[in-house]
Structure formats: C-alpha cells, structure tokens
C-alpha cells in the first residue's frame, strides 16, 4: 500500500468517526427554533438573468424584536452575495456567510420597534429558484423560472426566516422582458414597462409562511375561468397550450365542494395553477399559487387513463391545509399533507362515487403494509433531514388517521370539528394537539388515547380471525387475536370495531372492542349466515388475517354493495387455482359494475398464474372501460406466451389510447422476437406526447437487456435527444450504457455518454454517469470520479453509484477499500457539511493549523474520489 494510500484510509477512518459523531448529534429530536423577532411583511424585488440564469436582487425584511431588546438579527441566506445592507436604525456591521447573514445594530432595538433591512444581493441558485432556458436544452418558446421553497430551498434567492412556525406579509416584483408573464402570490398590484423590462408587483396581504412564497416568470399561456368571484388562473409554457385544459377541467367544482365540505370560504383573492417544466416534485401548493410538473399534462384520446384530478385536489386541499393553516414543524406535517390526501380522497369520491373513495382508501391502506417492520410514528421528532417525514406516514396514514376520526365522530360532527378547527387557527401555525383540543371540546369526549395509538406512537394493529358456525346452538364464534407488532415504538392497539354477519341478504351487527387479550365472540343468529365481515365499513387502519372458506368467500365476492369485501374476497382467493375459483374471478372482471372490482379480478387471476387464469385473462380483452382493458394487457403480459407476445403486438398496432400502446411496448420487453425487435427499435421515432411511445421503448429495451439495441437507441439519441423530456433522456442514457456494458468494445458508447455528463439538466447528467457505471469500463473511472462533489443532490449520488459498480468490476482496488468507500458514503450522504464538522472536530482534538490544513485538503480529495 502507497503512502498516499495510507493517509488517504486513515483521513477516511476519521470521517467514518467523524460520521458517527455529528450522527448523534443530527438524530437529536428536533424542534421549531425559537423566534427572536416578528417578521412583519417581506418584499422582494427580483430581476432574473436567463442567459446567465442569475437573479439580482433586493429583498426588504420588516420586524419588530420579540420580548427582549434585539442588538442582532440572523436571517437564512444560501450563497448569495450580499453587495449592501441598509435601515432605518444604524448598523454596525453585517455578515453574509454561506448559509446566514447576521446584521449588528449600533444601539439594541426596543420590543415592538417596527424596523425594516433592506438587502441588495446576487445570486446563481442551485435550489431554490430553477431556469428552463434554451441553454440547458429547453424549447425557447418555453422559457421559464420557477421557485419552490419547501422545505428550506427559499433562503437559496432571497434572505428570510426560513421555517414554517413565523408568518407574515409579502410582496414580490420581479422585472423580465416584455413578452414575459409573471405569476406570483396574491393580488397583482401593477404591471408596466420600465426601462424596456416588464415590471409586475404581486402583493400576497394575508400572512403567510416563507416556503409558500412563489415566482414564476416565462412564456406561458392563460385559461381564465371564475369560481363565484375568485378568478381561476391555469398557465402552461407556450407549446403546451393545446393541452392545458385537460388538466385544468375540475378546479372550479373541486374549490365549490371543498368549500361545502370543509365550511370555510377560500381563503385567498385568487388561485392560480402554473405547470412548469421538470418540477422538483409533482406539486407545490404555494398560497394562491401552485406550481405544477408538466408531466400532469395529458393529451385527450388517453380517455380515462390520464388525469390531473388527484394532484389538482390535492393541491387545492392545501390551500386551507397547509397555507391557511400550517403545521409549526415538520414533526406536525401531517397536519398538512394528511389533511391534503384525505380531501384529494374525499373529492374523487364526490365526483365518481363512494366505490372511488373506498378503493383509494385501500390502496393507501395497502401502501401502509408494505412498510418496513422498523416503521416509526406520525409525530416523530428524532430525524436527520426534513425530507424523512414527506413519506408514507404523513401522507397515506395521516389521511387515514382523518378517515378514522370521521367514521368515529360522524360525518356532522367531525365537519363541525375542522371547521372550528381552522377558524381557531386561521393564518396561523398549528400542531397536533390543537387539532386533539378542538375535537375534545366539540364532542365532549377524551380522544388522547386515539391520538396516541395513531399519531404518537408507531405502527398499525395485526389482526387474525376465525369464524366457526355451531348449528345445533345457533352460535357464531369469532375468534379475535391481536399480533403485538415489532414496530419501534409500537403499542398494543383497543379497537371498537364491528362484526357483520349477512343472511338472506339482511345484515347482523355486532359490535366488539379489540384489546390485547385473544377474545372469542359468540353471537346468537337465526341461521348460518352466507357471509362473515370484520370492520364492514372499511373504518380501520388494520391488516386482517381472516381464514374463510371458498363459498364463503364467493359469496363476499358476488356482493357488489360492499366493494371493500370484494377486494379482500379476491385478495383471498388468489390462493386458489381450481376452475371454480378462476370462474368467480372471470365473472366479476366482466361484469362488476366498479372498474376497480375488474381491476382486482385481472390482478388476482395474474396471481393464480396457470393456464386456465390465462385463458379467463385473454377472454376478457373486451372491456368498456379503457383501465381495465389496459390491466389485462399488462396482466396477460406478466405470462412469458407466445399468444401473449401477438395479443400486445396488435393491440400497438391497432390501439388509439397512447396510455395503452405504452404499457403493451413495456409488457413486450420479456419477448426475444425478430418482430419485437423492429417493433421497439421503430417506436424509438415514432411521435408521441412528451417522447412517451420512444420512453417506454427504452423501457422495454431495458428489460431486455439485449445488447442489440445498442446501436439503434444510440442513433435515436444522437439524432432526437432534443426531442425527449430530461428525465426521458437521463433514462435512455443510463438504459444505453447498461446494455454495452455486455460488449467487448465499448469505448465509442463511453465517449458518448462521457458527451452528456456536463449537460446542464441535473436528470440528464446523472443519467449519462450512471449508464457510465453500468458500461462495466474502467476507463470510465477517471471520468464519473469528477462528479463526487458537484454539490447537486442527484448527480453526486449516481456519480457515487456509478463508482461503486465500476470499482467492483475493477481488480485493482482492494476490496476492503470498497467496502470502506461504501461505508464512508452512506454516512456522509447523511451527513451534510462534512468539511465544518471535520475542522470543529479536528479543531476539539487541538490539532496545529497546519495539520488541520493537511487533513482537510487529503479528505476532500479522498471524498473527491473515493465515495
């Protein structure tokens, strides 16, 4: 081993201690920090630079200290250069640093003093505030900018208090050329043309926090429509105007329920919805002005199989959840997003039935399953980043959590609770026990032990039922055993819950409490009944193992009154694969009246997975409705058949629905065929809505994985890269190098991908360096090493990916190197700032200015290279 070597392990030993150390810090439980001043109103005066893709700024912070004399005030400020900082009050000095600017006052400023800094600054982001320009392969006719400020990206544009537990006022101007439209919160003040540049003011009056802040500047085009007197706004970039209005249709009937249901007026002057292009998420539900990704966008002969409806609601629902009222901290976010998939839900079920709003329940429900066993708490305060709680518990649990709530209070009452409940808490921040008080004082009832089964602590109740019939009594025996989970956290759930028992069509009702104890329940009936149902009316988050027999299973399955008994009957059923069973399952796929029951059945025939439910599958093509016709396509495409590889074949050649034609080009990647081949290779050219046809033939390909297809993706991406979406390329690119990596000579694919890893679209490079770390090249080594440290989240993650694959194929690194690189990555990634961490910790040890020096420059090269 090389001395370089040696002093590269040993700073790499430190690091891994150094990792460990700040980790224990990081995982302390967090809270909303403590706020020295009230923050007034923030006005932010912006001029972009696209060219550049640079802002110029000037930012005005109006305050007043909280109860005690304030001699400092520290704002949030990501890399932004500060030229000047001036008041009303003399200022001392000021300091802008890489993540804060401190501003000293000569004399302390009293409590209630209402003072105001102005800042003047620039700024490249990298978060925060995002360019769609020509430059970084954008059509120009869609040139555009957008902001996104959750959870702490706002400080990347203009300094603030970032943190959702202030709320205050705002203004944003913003100076574009002429021909720009800019869309911001509130009420468009002005707009005029000064100096050549369009000048428009928005004024959001009503406080609001930081991360709802919003910018959007660019070539868009407008729908304009009204619900009552608030105007509807829906912009999209200027080619996708054809479009648009597939997306926008529903939010004027989505904002007349909500406000129905919830029984609090819309609380802004206006709502606007703006697609943008490669959004950093699905949606943003900035207070009057929600940005959108474009990819919501859909074209109209996709029928029943596209639609914006579930994020459009969603997003909506937050502007009462989420920016009316926010959630103080993020150990509260599921005062928001909870809030917003339960209405997203409750809407679909308004618009479409309550089969809709059932079977969105389930699915969530079934998400919530397939959890890790190490599943932690909805209120959960020890994590390491802000982007660990956006996850399955505060969204589909936490909407659950409010479906629970509602079928335990009634429909009236639990209206009457979240309607006090915002008026309580209207344009202010809340948390968890502000709702658990309304809900108290309203149905004069203790609700702290729900709250601690559901939110406080983790896990959800598992269940197993057997169900006996004693004919000479006239006895029904339910057995009822609670599974103790191994979830950290985790408690023994009590459960009010309800036994049906159906017979001759008339329901039974019995209601149980469920503890810890096993407990058999005996319930007298008049006769045997046909079915047995545990929680009927689906208002449990609980996993049931309930063991019944097939008729009885039939029956449940023939019932279409209870669509939940249906889903549970198929699920069960899947275990069995005689005629008798594939028959039920083949009937209810033709002739249930809820799509999502066919759904169900094509799924659960796909499981069985003989020939007979093969041929129930293939018999069943003739569908009404295009979702279901697209499952059994793809469910007949999950069997490796012949008739199989025809049957998708022609439903590509002859299918109308873009959506379906996808999916059957994705099923056909299993299929080694010369006719599959020309197939693929073809729909790389063949024009679709946003290059979908030509990415799910990369798709396919890459399923394959047939180095085949090698030359002709690398044609298509040579001659159409522009024409696909960056994360269609990045895909293909990375797709691409994965399949030369089973060729001898792949030094002309590395010299092409090596041709996309400094394209400026975070997507695209990260994909052209991962289809380098699958090329299987060590020559690709030197290249994807320069990409460790580009400080872009995606793009050091697939160089350090890359990497890792590369060093494995590569003999000449040990191998306990590897595994130390490895190791030191995956607790880096963790850990953020990892240069100020090594200097406090080196600096804790006395080391000399010189050795620290040392230290710092080998860590950064072994974290430069080796990661």
Known sequence: MSNMRERQLCIASLLVSLAWSAGATESSRKYAPQRRVDILHTKIDVTPDFLARSIAGVTDITFTPLLEPLHELVLDACDLEVEAIWSQRDISAWHAEDHQITVHFEKAIDPQERVTVHIRYRAEPKQGLYFRTPELGYRPENMHLFTQGEAHEARHWFPCYDYPNERFTSEVICRVPADMTVISNGRLVSEEVSNGLKVSHWHQEKPHVCYLIALTAGYFEKISLRHRDIPLGFYVPKSYQAVAANSFAGTADMMDYFEREIGVPYPWVKYDQIVVEDFVTGGMENTS?????????????CGRLRSSLSLVAH??????????VTCKDWTNLWLNEGFATFYENLYLGHRFGRDRFLYDLYRDAQRIFRQKADQLAIYHRTYNSESQQFDYRAYAKGGWVLHMLRSRLGEDLY???????????ALGTVETADLRSVIEDLSGQPYDQFFDQWVYYAGFPKLTLRYTWSQTEGLAKVSIKQTPSQDKGAITFR????????IDGVAVDHEVVIEEAPQDVYVALDAKPEIVRFDPDFTLLAEIDFKKSKPMLYAQLAREQ?????????????????????????TQLNQAAFYGTRMAAANALQEIHNDRAYDALAASLEQPDERVRERVLVNLGEFYRDRSRIILLEQVEGESNPVVVTSCIRSLGRYHHADVDRLLIGSLDRPSFQNRIAEAAVAAMAKRGDPVF???LQQALRERHTEFTASGLGSALRTLGRLAGQLDEKGFIRDFLAGFVNDPRARVQAGAISGLGGLADPQAIAIVETFESTGRRRVDRAARDALEALRKETPIVAQEVVELRKRVTDLAEE???????LDDFEQRLGAKEEAEEEAEEEAEEEEGTSD
């Open 289 to 301: 002005a929600t940005i959108l990704t474009h990819r919501t966008l859909f074209t109209a002969d």
């Open 315 to 324: 997003e909506l629902a937050h502007q009462w959840f989420g920016d009316y």
């Open 415 to 425: 209206r009457r609770c979240i309607r006090t409940y915002l008026e309580r808490h």
């Open 495 to 502: 459960l009010p819950a309800t036994l049906r028992f159906m």
């Open 562 to 586: 209870d669509v939940i008994g249906q889903f549970l009957a198929l699920r069960a059923l899947e275990s069995h694969d005689d005629q008798t069973t594939i028959d039920h399952i083949k």
């Open 710 to 712: 090698v030359t002709p």
């Open 831 to 837: 850990n953020k700032k990892l240069a100020e961490r």
